[in-house]
């Protein structure tokens, strides 16, 4: 009877509960009314201070820099080691080493193999992971704080200690081998290749692919991977950087336990800067891949490196043209003209000027419609004023955004490898959201004149020949060139 009765009185609450909220919502107040307008999207609100953790550094004896963010709210730690192990050392003749090196680590570090080292990762609650850009190579690991030692002890090994088995080192390049004679089948990573080819040139390191081609990872021996780990895996040219619930006191006797003993070697200077080729007229170059229904569109040019100083205004104007959904590139191709599911632009920068790029995949049928929009946007950006409002938005979006990338210790983490990786100012983000809203109307326009030149766009275009080439041609953008999946001429 008491459970009877318990459950006819929770019935009549839950009952006495939808009654007012249907009485509420059926007949507001009239203050609410006067208050909320579903007409409109709400109101922003002002833009929140962003404090951040303060940012602790050491120097071990082997030259390893350490730097500890504290983070006590959530009992877990995030460590990333990054060296300067990145593509741009590949030899120019072997792209692919770099990331190959870095994929290697583990899959069979000190005592254990690939499989032990995954599944200790999994026993402990860890993430572990390896990967390589074309600045530099990674190792990190996202751990509860309980099993923080065991964790870095396999974190050390892989670091410090990988065996690159031969066996192993044949299955993974038999695993990139298949990967690459897959991507002949896929428009979107033929575009990823051939585009930077095409804009940088093969001489250039950002021009070569950073997975390699059937060549390069052909001749990938467990030789030239040791000799490649040897020369610039060394702590003087790393950086470990911890974030979460530890003090600088633990991460210190930590570190130097497992850390202390790499031996320094001998100092790895940063590879030269490379020139990109000079800029050539605008030309379309197309990559045929026939009977394909859809047609990939990359627009750019040589673009910027991370530590430009006009970083903060071209973000700002970015974010206008193709930075954000509602965009001019998307807002255009996508919810005006239904060309596409989504379109984008982004300048990729890194330690040398990385490429800018518009990009989309489009109907085969509308390519050269497609390409008329790109270019009224990419042209209308330089030739007139942004709207107060239009730049307005485009700074909040920014502004509000960038708090949340330091909600969690793996993405404070992501945030300050960035700072440490391009050497900019450790109290970089204190000042994020003021310089952003600094960012006027004048400086958008400045920027995309100064960094966006339609006369110099290289237009690659993966897609069947037959059916857009005409098209293309009657639109006098610029003569046509025909390029293979690796952006080579096709003569």
């Known amino acids: 009877m008491n459970a009877i009765a318990t459950s006819r009185a929770a019935r009549s609450a839950l009952c006495f509960a939808a009654t007012l909220v249907a009485a509420t919502i059926s007949a507001p107040s009239s203050a609410s009314a006067q208050v909320l307008d579903r007409t409109r999207p709400p109101a922003l609100g002002p833009t929140p201070a962003l404090r951040l953790p303060a940012v602790q550094s050491a120097v071990l004896p082997n030259g390893l820099r350490m730097f500890v963010i504290e983070m006590h709210e959530v009992p877990v730690v995030d460590i990333t080691l990054s060296i300067d192990a990145g593509a741009v050392g590949d030899p120019a003749d072997l792209?692919?080493?770099?990331?190959?090196?870095?994929?290697?680590?583990?899959?069979?570090?000190?005592?254990?193999?690939?499989?032990?080292?995954?599944?200790?990762?999994?026993?402990?609650g860890a993430r572990l992971r390896t990967a390589a850009s074309f600045d530099i190579a990674t190792v990190y690991l996202h751990v509860p704080k309980r099993q923080l030692g065991p964790a870095f002890d396999l974190m050390a090994d892989v670091a410090l200690r990988p065996t690159f088995a031969d066996s192993e080192v044949t299955r993974q390049r038999e695993l990139r081998r298949t990967a690459i004679i897959q991507q002949r089948d896929q428009p979107n990573a033929i575009a990823a290749v051939a585009f930077p080819a095409i804009v940088f040139g093969t001489a250039h390191p950002y021009g070569r692919p950073i997975g390699g081609t059937e060549a390069s990872t052909a001749a990938l021996t467990r030789e030239r991977v040791v000799e490649f780990y040897r020369v610039y895996y060394r702590p003087s040219n790393a950086r470990l950087l911890i974030v979460g619930d530890i003090s600088l006191a633990?991460?210190?006797?930590?570190?130097?336990?497992?850390?202390?003993?790499?031996?320094?070697?001998?100092?790895?200077?940063?590879?030269?800067?490379?020139?990109?080729?000079?800029?050539?007229?605008?030309?379309?170059?197309?990559?045929?891949?026939?009977?394909?229904?859809?047609?990939?569109?990359?627009?750019?040019?040589?673009?910027?490196?991370?530590?430009?100083?006009?970083?903060?205004?071209?973000?700002?104007?970015?974010?206008?043209?193709?930075?954000?959904?509602?965009?001019?590139?998307?807002?255009?191709?996508?919810?005006?003209?239904?060309?596409?599911?989504?379109?984008?632009?982004?300048?990729?920068?890194?330690?040398?000027?990385?490429?800018?790029?518009?990009?989309?995949?489009?109907?085969?049928?509308?390519?050269?419609?497609?390409l008329?929009?790109?270019?009224?946007?990419?042209?209308?950006?330089?030739?007139?004023?942004?709207?107060?409002?239009?730049?307005?938005?485009?700074?909040?979006?920014?502004?509000?955004?960038?708090?949340?990338?330091?909600?969690?210790?793996?993405?404070?983490?992501?945030?300050?490898?960035?700072?440490?990786?391009?050497?900019?100012?450790?109290?970089?983000?204190?000042?994020?959201?003021?310089?952003?809203t600094a960012v006027t109307a004048a400086d958008v326009q400045r920027v995309a004149r100064l960094y966006l030149n339609p006369d110099q766009f290289v237009i690659t275009i993966v897609g069947d020949r037959a059916s857009i080439e005409a098209g293309l041609r009657a639109l006098g953008e610029g003569p046509i060139s025909f390029r293979d999946i690796w952006g080579q001429e096709i003569r």
Request: proline letters at 7%.
């Open 372 to 436: 008329i929009e790109f270019m009224r946007e990419l042209r209308g950006i330089r030739d007139e004023a942004v709207p107060q409002a239009e730049l307005d938005k485009a700074r909040s979006y920014l502004a509000l955004g960038m708090p949340g990338n330091f909600e969690t210790t793996a993405g404070a983490a992501r945030q300050f490898t960035e700072l440490l990786t391009y050497g900019l100012p450790l109290d970089y983000y204190n000042t994020y959201i003021q310089r952003i």
């Open 250 to 370: 633990e991460a210190r006797q930590l570190v130097t336990a497992r850390f202390g003993g790499w031996e320094r070697g001998e100092p790895r200077t940063a590879p030269a800067a490379a020139a990109p080729p000079s800029p050539a007229p605008r030309t379309i170059y197309i990559i045929d891949k026939p009977g394909a229904a859809q047609s990939v569109i990359r627009i750019g040019h040589v673009g910027v490196a991370r530590d430009n100083p006009d970083y903060f205004p071209i973000e700002v104007m970015n974010t206008i043209l193709g930075g954000s959904f509602t965009s001019r590139l998307n807002q255009n191709l996508r919810e005006t003209h239904g060309y596409t599911y989504g379109a984008n632009s982004g300048f990729d920068q890194r330690r040398m000027p990385g490429p800018f790029q518009a990009a989309s995949s489009v109907q085969s049928s509308k390519s050269d419609s497609a």
């Open 95 to 124: 792209p692919g080493l770099a990331t190959f090196t870095a994929g290697m680590l583990d899959e069979g570090a000190g005592r254990r193999a690939a499989l032990e080292i995954a599944e200790e990762a999994d026993f402990l």
